[in-house]
């Protein structure tokens, strides 16, 4: 589709020959342009993904981080080693 606008025809011919709405192709159009370098008013597919690729990376460790705090709490616990300053959580 990209190409074919590129080449003349217009977002508004094409919806009408295949499934996409016009918008939806100048939606693709501008991500294309943005992914070209051609505009600057948004993320490029690139850093979408690794902004996607970041947010998950950073759920896991935030669950593992409570995981291993509630693991140290109960070993100091279970051990009778509360190191100083814990408040015991």
Known sequence: MIALVRAGRTPED????FEP???TIRNWI???ERDDGKRQDGVTSS????LH????????LRE???ILKKAAAW?????????PGSSGS
């Open 14 to 17: 094409l919806a009408k020959h």
């Open 21 to 23: 709405t016009a918008q």
């Open 30 to 32: 501008a991500q294309a």
């Open 47 to 50: 850093e979408r993904d690794e």
């Open 53 to 60: 690729r970041l947010r998950r990376e950073v759920k896991v």
């Open 64 to 66: 593992e981080r409570e």
């Open 75 to 83: 070993f100091a616990k279970e051990t009778g080693s509360i190191p």
